[in-house]
């Protein structure tokens, strides 16, 4: 009987509960189509704010996941050195025969692993014929060190053979269609290769390639490349018994470098350590890498920038909640005499919250969708919305997301408005659409934020008009540059477009500007007997004439002069001004006996971020890579045709491939541009739902005081005196925001541009500009609204209670 009146009373108490939420459901979606026009406002700042943070999570989490999945990945570190080139810099590849000398001295090294990249090598199947700048070369430890799925065919072993090639099953069917590689054969700069296997390479790895062959195809070429210790160009990875060993190891490389390194004997120069491979990636300090490099800033930017949006929509959501308190008021003053406690009532809060989260959440996904193409085409990326990959963690994150944003939003209404006594509500001693103290600080917090990012916008974009703008010593425009893998091209070459008058140059390099260069860097001693590095070009007759560099003193290479070959060299004033040389032409340059013919102006061959450096450059017509070709700049479609044909007679079979100069130097840039898309586009949005704020609570002001409006309006005042009288209350945030958004600005913007040697000073005018407007904009938010209520019949507003 007991038993039976216990299970009848907690039946009673579960259908009470279930009323009692269901109630509460009713009231929060009552409340939420109540105030229609606050809620779309609501769940659209939050619904942006959230699609952005989805795909800010999806990009950083596979810039932190790079190379996790790799079996053995603790105990696997790159070998680095640190070499002196101007300064002690930290490169990434080392000489070919550094991995077997390490694999053979030391016992806490299981295995190494030789991974290099020799340069673009031409590859054809069939009717297809292309130069691949993606083949590697490697051990055949490789797949014992790294996990790699086999798509089809074998891995493990086929590296053992120097005709056997590992595919990328991304460059498959460019080769073979839809036909299955292995067992087929391509040749790789006359060199025939059999397919051994087709690989899944993720995207997520350091290690793309598209074509890997046998080490072997280097060290078998009869280049001494196994005894060559002067000469770096491929990333040594070893396997350690244990991640410890490593320690151990550093402090054993000093006697290591001074036995195998004889030119670094004596002078603390090649200091060698290891990198755990799962840190290569987030390194973009290292010099001269074979691999791919995070832009670990622009993580930081974004992920910075995702949460300030996140909690500006958070704050609209805080702000209109109580702005539209004493609309509540009565509900919760009735509530609370019938017997609601505070803990229903904060229940109740949280309960809207979780409503507009969850819709916010809905709108934000398809959001994220939406713009997903678009987010990996600014970030080069090729991210996926898998809500249950490497285990559940969008969705977890998704969960967590929608988690704090009910917490953050809903916390303070759901306090503050269930402590309000009962008494004092149905009083009316709450005003609805006035900024408490407490709005005042958060919507100062908005305009901070807008403000201070519209001042780093205006920055970023001065800093990309001066690298656009600014005297870089050479002409960059009209210039083509055709990639040439064979230097027995330039004399047929240079005569065939001689005859073409729209072609006013003809010279070719060892090196390119770009970002890509490939620059030879030598060491010399000043007569201080200070250490420093020059870059070496390596060039052809007309190379000052085709660029446009001008000559400061002496004369240019020329045919007439048989030995400017071989004794020869013309070098900037850079080096001049650190040799110390007063009469620099006919001076021999350290480290060879080479004589100085001329000396070209200072010219940036490098990004702008750097310092002049010295140059030298040589008389080497056989040992160069691109062809420069200087055009009119009329007919250039015309022009470029004209080339293609002349190339495609003289090379035979050979791609043509080119690029533009101004392309090329435009490449210094990409993370510049990069930065300025993000700021304009984070500013664009975060200003936006800032205004969406302002236009709510600035609604709700004009609704609290229609009445009074409306008698002003009868009274004669204009659209500019009521806009001005609402338009007050967000007066003393803004200025106080502009006043707190300046200092940190400027700091962190000194900062940014203090890591350009050659920057546009920071002034003023990106402060005024964007205080301007931001007042402009917040004024122009009011005055729509005050229209919106004049275009109203002004018996409305005097009826309004």
Same mark, same amino acid.
């Given at each position: 009987?007991?038993?039976?009146?216990?299970?009848?009373?907690?039946?009673?108490?579960?259908?009470?509960?279930?009323?009692?939420?269901?109630?509460?459901?009713?009231?929060?979606?009552?409340?939420?189509?109540?105030?229609?026009?606050?809620?779309?406002?609501?769940?659209?700042?939050? %619904?942006?704010?959230?699609?952005?943070?989805?795909?800010?999570?999806?990009?950083? /989490?596979?810039?932190? %996941?790079?190379?996790?999945?790799?079996?053995?990945?603790?105990?696997?570190?790159?070998?680095?050195?640190?070499?002196?080139?101007?300064?002690?810099?930290?490169?990434?590849?080392?000489?070919?025969?550094?991995?077997?000398?390490?694999?053979?001295?030391?016992?806490?090294?299981?295995?190494?692993?030789?991974?290099?990249?020799?340069?673009?090598?031409?590859?054809?199947?069939?009717?297809?014929?292309?130069?691949?700048?993606?083949?590697? /070369?490697?051990?055949?430890?490789?797949?014992?060190?790294?996990?790699?799925?086999?798509?089809?065919?074998?891995?493990?072993?086929?590296?053992?053979?120097?005709?056997?090639?590992?595919?990328?099953?991304?460059?498959?069917?460019?080769?073979?269609?839809?036909?299955?590689?292995?067992?087929?054969?391509?040749?790789?700069?006359?060199?025939?290769?059999?397919?051994?296997?087709?690989?899944?390479?993720?995207?997520?790895?350091?290690?793309?390639?598209?074509?890997?062959?046998?080490?072997?195809?280097?060290?078998?070429?009869?280049?001494?490349?196994? /005894?060559?210790?002067?000469?770096?160009?491929?990333?040594?990875?070893?396997?350690?018994?244990?991640?410890?060993?490593?320690?151990?190891?550093?402090?054993?490389?000093?006697?290591?470098?001074?036995?195998?390194?004889?030119?670094?004997?004596?002078?603390?120069?090649?200091?060698?350590?290891?990198?755990?491979?799962?840190?290569?990636?987030?390194?973009?300090?290292?010099?001269?890498?074979?691999?791919?490099?995070?832009?670990?800033?622009?993580?930081?930017?974004?992920?910075?920038?995702?949460?300030?949006?996140?909690?500006?929509?958070?704050?609209?959501?805080?702000?209109?909640?109580?702005?539209?308190?004493?609309?509540?008021?009565?509900?919760?003053?009735?509530?609370?005499?019938?017997?609601?406690?505070?803990?229903?009532?904060?229940?109740?809060?949280?309960?809207?919250?979780?409503?507009?989260?969850?819709?916010?959440?809905?709108?934000?996904?398809?959001?994220?969708?939406?713009?997903?193409?678009?987010?990996?085409?600014?970030?080069?990326?090729?991210?996926?919305?898998?809500?249950?990959?490497?285990?559940?963690?969008?969705?977890?994150?998704?969960?967590?997301?929608?988690?704090?944003?009910?917490?953050?939003?809903?916390?303070?209404?759901?306090?503050?408005?269930?402590?309000?006594?009962?008494?004092?509500?149905?009083?009316?001693?709450?005003?609805?659409?006035?900024?408490? #103290?407490?709005?005042?600080?958060?919507?100062?917090?908005?305009?901070?934020?807008?403000?201070?990012?519209?001042?780093?916008?205006?920055?970023?974009?001065?800093?990309?008009?001066?690298?656009?703008?600014?005297?870089?010593?050479?002409?960059?425009?009209? #210039?083509?540059?055709?990639?040439?893998?064979?230097?027995?091209?330039?004399?047929?070459?240079?005569?065939?477009?001689?005859?073409?008058?729209?072609?006013?140059?003809?010279?070719?390099?060892?090196?390119?500007?770009?970002?890509?260069?490939?620059?030879?860097?030598?060491?010399?001693?000043?007569?201080?007997?200070?250490?420093?590095?020059?870059?070496?070009?390596?060039?052809?007759?007309?190379?000052?004439?085709?660029?446009?560099?001008?000559?400061?003193?002496? /004369?240019?290479?020329?045919?007439?002069?048989?030995?400017?070959?071989?004794?020869?060299?013309?070098?900037?004033?850079?080096?001049?001004?650190?040799?110390?040389?007063?009469?620099?032409?006919?001076?021999?340059?350290?480290?060879?006996?080479?004589?100085?013919?001329?000396?070209?102006?200072?010219?940036?061959?490098?990004?702008?971020?750097?310092?002049?450096?010295?140059?030298?450059?040589?008389?080497?017509?056989?040992?160069?890579?691109?062809?420069?070709?200087?055009?009119?700049?009329?007919?250039?479609?015309?022009?470029?045709?004209?080339?293609? %044909?002349?190339?495609?007679?003289?090379?035979?079979?050979?791609?043509?491939?080119?690029?533009?100069?101004?392309?090329?130097?435009?490449?210094?840039?990409?993370?510049?541009?990069?930065?300025?898309?993000?700021?304009?586009?984070?500013?664009?949005?975060?200003?936006?739902?800032?205004?969406?704020?302002?236009?709510?609570?600035?609604?709700?002001?004009?609704?609290?005081?229609?009445?009074?409006?409306?008698?002003?309006?009868?009274?004669?005042?204009?659209?500019?005196?009521?806009?001005?009288?609402?338009?007050?209350?967000?007066?003393?945030?803004?200025?106080?925001?502009?006043?707190?958004?300046?200092?940190?600005?400027?700091?962190?913007?000194?900062?940014?541009?203090?890591?350009?040697?050659?920057?546009?000073?920071?002034?003023?005018?990106?402060?005024?500009?964007?205080?301007?407007?931001?007042?402009?904009?917040?004024?122009?938010?009011?005055?729509?609204?005050?229209?919106?209520?004049?275009?109203?019949?002004?018996?409305?507003?005097?009826?309004?209670?």
């Amino acid at each position: 009987m007991a038993h039976s009146l216990c299970f009848r009373n907690n039946l009673r108490e579960a259908e009470r509960s279930r009323t009692m939420i269901g109630n509460y459901l009713k009231t929060a979606l009552r409340n939420i189509m109540r105030g229609k026009g606050h809620s779309v406002i609501n769940v659209l700042g939050l %619904s942006v704010a959230m699609a952005l943070c989805i795909l800010i999570f999806l990009l950083v /989490r596979q810039e932190l %996941s790079y190379d996790g999945f790799h079996e053995k990945g603790a105990n696997v570190f790159r070998v680095t050195q640190t070499a002196f080139m101007g300064e002690y810099r930290t490169i990434g590849i080392t000489p070919v025969p550094l991995g077997p000398a390490l694999e053979d001295a030391y016992a806490g090294i299981v295995r190494t692993v030789r991974y290099a990249n020799t340069g673009p090598v031409l590859v054809s199947h069939g009717d297809v014929t292309v130069r691949e700048e993606t083949v590697f /070369r490697a051990d055949p430890g490789f797949f014992e060190i790294l996990t790699f799925q086999a798509v089809s065919g074998y891995l493990e072993g086929a590296l053992e053979s120097s005709s056997q090639v590992i595919l990328n099953e991304k460059i498959v069917e460019k080769y073979f269609g839809n036909a299955d590689p292995v067992g087929n054969w391509l040749t790789m700069d006359d060199r025939r290769h059999q397919v051994a296997g087709v690989v899944r390479v993720p995207a997520n790895t350091i290690f793309q390639f598209d074509f890997l062959i046998s080490i072997k195809t280097l060290t078998e070429t009869g280049d001494n490349w196994n /005894r060559n210790w002067s000469q770096s160009v491929a990333a040594t990875l070893v396997e350690l018994t244990t991640p410890e060993v490593a320690g151990t190891l550093e402090a054993q490389f000093p006697d290591f470098v001074e036995n195998h390194f004889p030119r670094f004997r004596g002078i603390d120069a090649s200091v060698m350590g290891l990198q755990p491979l799962a840190g290569i990636y987030l390194d973009s300090s290292i010099l001269f890498d074979l691999f791919p490099k995070s832009d670990v800033l622009v993580s930081y930017v974004l992920g910075t920038l995702g949460f300030l949006l996140l909690f500006i929509a958070c704050i609209n959501f805080i702000n209109v909640t109580l702005g539209r308190s004493a609309l509540r008021g009565k509900e919760v003053g009735v509530r609370k005499t019938l017997g609601g406690t505070r803990a229903q009532l904060i229940s109740q809060f949280w309960g809207e919250a979780l409503l507009v989260g969850v819709a916010a959440l809905i709108l934000g996904l398809s959001l994220a969708h939406l713009l997903l193409p678009g987010f990996n085409g600014l970030f080069a990326k090729d991210l996926k919305i898998d809500y249950f990959d490497n285990g559940s963690t969008l969705l977890l994150a998704l969960i967590g997301l929608t988690g704090l944003v009910v917490l953050v939003s809903g916390s303070y209404p759901a306090l503050y408005m269930s402590r309000l006594d009962p008494t004092s509500i149905l009083a009316h001693h709450v005003k609805a659409g006035a900024l408490t #103290v407490l709005s005042k600080v958060l919507i100062t917090m908005q305009f901070t934020l807008s403000i201070f990012l519209m001042i780093c916008l205006f920055a970023i974009l001065r800093q990309l008009d001066y690298f656009a703008n600014q005297d870089l010593g050479f002409d960059t425009s009209n #210039v083509l540059v055709v990639s040439m893998p064979d230097a027995g091209l330039l004399a047929p070459m240079r005569e065939a477009l001689d005859d073409y008058p729209q072609i006013t140059h003809v010279s070719a390099a060892s090196s390119s500007f770009g970002p890509k260069r490939g620059l030879g860097q030598i060491g010399h001693t000043d007569r201080s007997g200070k250490r420093f590095s020059a870059y070496e070009y390596l060039v052809d007759y007309d190379y000052l004439s085709t660029l446009g560099i001008a000559l400061a003193e002496g /004369r240019d290479f020329s045919i007439t002069h048989a030995t400017d070959e071989a004794e020869g060299v013309i070098v900037n004033e850079a080096l001049v001004r650190q040799m110390g040389w007063e009469d620099p032409i006919g001076a021999v340059v350290p480290g060879g006996e080479a004589r100085v013919i001329g000396v070209t102006e200072d010219y940036h061959y490098r990004s702008l971020q750097y310092e002049l450096e010295p140059v030298v450059l040589r008389l080497v017509p056989d040992r160069i890579r691109f062809l420069l070709i200087r055009t009119r700049p009329e007919g250039l479609p015309q022009t470029l045709s004209t080339v293609k %044909s002349v190339w495609e007679q003289i090379a035979g079979g050979l791609p043509f491939e080119y690029y533009y100069l101004e392309d090329d130097i435009g490449r210094f840039y990409q993370r510049e541009r990069l930065l300025g898309d993000v700021a304009l586009y984070i500013s664009i949005i975060t200003l936006l739902v800032a205004l969406l704020g302002v236009y709510s609570l600035s609604l709700l002001h004009i609704n609290r005081r229609t009445k009074e409006i409306g008698i002003r309006s009868v009274l004669g005042a204009s659209t500019i005196d009521t806009t001005a009288l609402i338009g007050r209350q967000f007066a003393l945030p803004l200025a106080v925001a502009i006043l707190l958004a300046c200092p940190p600005a400027y700091m962190l913007l000194s900062f940014w541009l203090g890591m350009y040697e050659f920057n546009a000073a920071l002034g003023v005018g990106e402060f005024i500009l964007a205080g301007s407007a931001a007042l402009v904009l917040v004024l122009g938010t009011v005055a729509f609204q005050v229209c919106r209520k004049n275009a109203s019949p002004l018996v409305e507003s005097l009826m309004y209670e």
